[in-house]
């Protein structure tokens, strides 16, 4: 432990939680598997906050966008919103994958309402995107 009181393995973990309550944005790059790149940004929300709250400007909804190259999909870009329990998701992919993701968009409006969510929006476009930088 350090004079913080965390563990010294926790603290780049600590570090970006704090930087995403001070700033309200969180980003990532990294490997998620061994050789699967990934890019992720959190992002409150600044057009929702709190009901009955306008002041305190407490996020009520976020932001995330994903990028990443999968092996059956290809790359794959995601933006989701969550407002509450409503959950809007925006995907961007190869025409293959853009069609697979369409194919079992029922399965994850399923999975989705199985982790207390409602899947208000789903949206898949297809597009090239670019895969996520290999290196951090």
Known sequence: RDVTGVQTCALPI??????LLAGGQFQWRGEVW????LDWQIEADPDHHMPGAPDLKVPRAWRTRVVLNLR?????EAELRLNGTRLSASM???ANGARRLQAHASAL???MAGA???????????????SPDPKP
């Open 14 to 19: 600590s570090r970006q939680q704090f930087q």
């Open 34 to 37: 061994p050789g699967m790149p």
């Open 109 to 111: 409006t399923h999975r």
């Open 72 to 76: 059956d999909l290809g790359p794959v």
């Open 92 to 94: 961007r992919a190869s």
């Open 116 to 130: 207390g969510l409602q899947l208000t929006e789903l949206a898949v476009e297809t597009h090239a995107v670019a």
